[in-house]
Each structure stands twice: as C-alpha cells, then as structure tokens.
C-alpha cells in the first residue's frame, strides 16, 4: 500500500529545484547539482531476486567513472562473494570480493576493473551475477538501455566527444571537461531527539491518532540547541509511511511551521516528511519516504538546522521499484555540513 498520492507528491516537491531523472528501457540516469551523475541498470520487470550495477562518476576532467554491481541475497550478513560473467564470460577475475546486509549484497569493482568494465558495457548483450560463497540463483541485470544513459552522463557533464566519454567520445582533451560546481556549504547545529517530549507549546497542532494508525503519541520533538524545538506532527499514515508536518518552537515558545516548497500542493502550511528521524550524533534530520515496504524506491532526505531555518542538505529518489537498495538511489542534491 502506498501512502496517499497527495502527500507522496508533498514530499517529493519539497526539493531543490533539480533535473528530472531519465529513463532509457531498464536504465535509469540522474545528476545532482553538483553534476555528480548516477545511472543505475536493473533487472527485467519481473525478475526476482533482482540485481543491478550503480555507476556514478564526479563532475570534472580528473573524475573516474566508479561502478558497483548488487544482488538481492538471503544469505546473511558480513563477507561474500559475487561471480560477474559480461557477454557469457568471467569478467576480469571472475569473482569479487563483496560485503553483505543481509538483503544486498554489494562489490565495488576495483579502479583498473571499473575501467575494464566501463569500456566493455558500450557494446555488451548480457551481464549475470551471482553470489557463489553461499547457494544463490544467477541473476541477469538487463544492459537495454545502457548505451544511451551513460550517453546522457557524458552529454551533462560536458564530456561528450572528448577523450574522457563512456560512450559519446571523441578528440577533445580532458581540459576541455568543466571543473565541478561549487557544494553549497551549510554551517548546521547539532541536533537531539528528546526521549521524552517536553509539555507543548501553545499553538502546537494536535496530530490525528485516527489517520496515523491509533498511535498514542503522534508528536515529537528535538533540541536544536538555544532555546529551539523542532517538533514533528503526524498527519496521516500508510502501511509503512508516516507523514509528519514540522515544526519549530523557539525560545519563547512561539511556534512557527516551516514552510514548504512555493509548488508544494499538500495544501498545508508546514513541510511534510515521511517516516522522519534523527541519527544520534548527526546534525540532520532524515527521511525516508518508501515507495513500498521493500524500501526499494521512494526517496530519501536529509535536513539540517543553521539556527534559525531548517534546509535540505541531501535528497535521492529512486523511481522504479525494481530492487535498488536505498543507498545506490541517483543523488539529486547534496550540500557539505560544517
């Protein structure tokens, strides 16, 4: 079940302004706003257990194209081994070494291998997967659409027809390539999940126990530091997402929504968040909006506070359910905390 289409769309809006992410057939290219590109390859459509290859490159001349290739595995967590056959043979030393979560199993291929494999993509017809150290089936990640996703990697980062092209190559020399956009720097406070709430300020919204599944606290709150609360509120709840409007309440105890995105049609005056939390000993506030209980699309933020505004420092959406854990999802925005 997907939480409702209204505040789906809430919290996706509630973003930077970024290029829309491209699909070519089983290929799916994004680039964020400090044009670091990612194109993810998945399995067909109705594949499982799916598998898929990340490969994400940095803007500028210098930046090499870095690729990672993930099975769906039930055999546990800690170190593992995943087979690679390209075009039905072993690719490079035909097994790597790859960590597992116990639900990906994850190899980041080697600089000189990565480099192999990016030039051999271009024109393969298949590539398989598999996990060898324990009894796991092949898996086929579909290479339709390949071609023209890494394309599209080289044309927005101006690497098309130089010598540092995946596909689109040509004569013009590295320094022809633009150094990368400057990362927008966000000086941020630390922030504390409270363990228990402090009384509510006046002004403070109810929530609705009846819309976010009978829960018996539909607040919480965090210490910004000087005074400042942020409170969350939940709103309205799905299966397995829980949307929250945020606020913050100062030292005074004035509260204050913090205000959504100028295309933000929710309809309310607060930002909306799905499913918000706090790492201990970060300085964001994350969210993680699931497109299904897999958790295998959907998208993913990060928010900080710079003393008197909350901003987003990290957004990545993944917008085919098809397998791809939340951590390869294509980048769309990021911003380097102090």
Not at 79 to 89: M, P, R
Not at 186 to 198: G, I, R, Y
Not at 270 to 282: D, F, K, Q, R, T
Request: proline content about 6%; some cysteine.
């Amino acid at each position: 079940m997907r939480l409702s289409a209204a505040l789906l769309t809430a919290t996706i809006l509630a973003v930077p302004a970024h290029a829309e992410n491209k699909s070519f057939k089983d290929w799916l290219v994004g680039c964020d706003n400090v044009l670091a590109c990612t194109a993810v390859g998945m399995s067909g459509d109705e594949a499982y257990p799916p598998g898929y290859v990340r490969v994400m490159r940095q803007a500028g001349p210098d930046a090499a194209a870095e690729v990672r290739l993930v099975v769906m595995t039930e055999g546990g967590e800690g170190g593992a081994k995943l087979s690679v056959v390209l075009d039905g043979k072993p690719f490079g030393a035909g097994t790597f070494d790859a960590a597992s979560d116990g639900t990906w199993a994850r190899v980041d291929l080697p600089a000189a291998d990565a480099a192999k494999f990016i030039a051999a993509l271009g024109n393969a017809r298949s590539l398989k997967l598999k996990r060898v150290d324990v009894a796991e089936a092949e898996i086929a990640v579909s290479l339709n659409g390949s071609s023209a996703a890494l394309r599209y990697m080289d044309a927005e980062q101006k690497r098309d027809g130089g010598v540092t092209a995946i596909v689109a190559r040509g004569d013009k020399p590295k320094s022809a390539v633009p150094a990368a956009p400057a990362t927008p720097v966000v000086k941020a406070t630390a922030m504390k999940v409270l363990e228990t709430n402090p009384p509510a300020p006046k002004g403070l919204p109810e929530g609705n126990p009846e819309d976010c599944n009978g829960m018996d606290d539909t607040r919480f709150a965090i210490d910004l530091g000087d005074g400042h609360t942020l409170w969350a509120v939940c709103e309205s709840a799905g299966a397995y997402n829980y949307g929250y409007s945020i606020y913050i309440a100062d030292k005074a105890g004035k509260v204050t929504p913090v205000p959504p995105p100028k295309e933000n049609n929710w309809g309310g005056d607060a930002l909306v968040l799905v499913n918000p939390y706090a790492p201990e000993g970060e300085k964001v506030l994350s969210a993680f909006n699931k497109g299904r209980g897999l958790g295998d699309c959907g998208d993913s933020q990060s928010w900080a506070w710079t003393g008197d505004k909350l901003v987003m420092v990290r957004m990545s959406e993944m917008d085919e359910c098809r397998g791809v854990g939340e951590e390869d999802w294509i980048g769309v925005y990021k911003a380097e905390i102090r």
